[in-house]
């Protein structure tokens, strides 16, 4: 999934990105209170924040994700023109 100019990302020294954490988390949009399973993705990092469309409704989330040290993820979701 890396590509070949992504190198900032490959200089984090983050222990989770060897296929152990998880890649997808469910998440309630809080538009359209639809449950929306998200891909998220371990080399990005151990806390990220960005923007994603909702898949249902298409408004955009701010999704904050944060891993912790066994790979398990907490992902939180809020409305971006908040
Ligand atoms: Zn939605």
């Known amino acids: 999934m890396r590509l070949p100019d ?3 990302m490959l200089d984090i020294d983050f222990p989770l990105g060897d296929g152990s954490a998880e890649t997808e988390a469910t998440v309630y949009c809080p ?9 998220i993705d371990p080399s990005g990092g151990s806390a990220q924040e960005y923007v994603e ?3 249902v409704c298409c408004q955009p989330w701010t999704v904050s994700v944060e891993y912790r040290q066994d790979g398990s993820a907490s992902v939180s979701i ?5």
Do not use: G, K, M
């Open 78 to 82: 809020t409305p971006l023109d908040e």
């Open 53 to 55: 469309d909702c898949q």
């Open 6 to 8: 992504d190198e900032d």
């Open 31 to 39: 538009y359209c209170n639809e449950t929306v399973e998200i891909a």
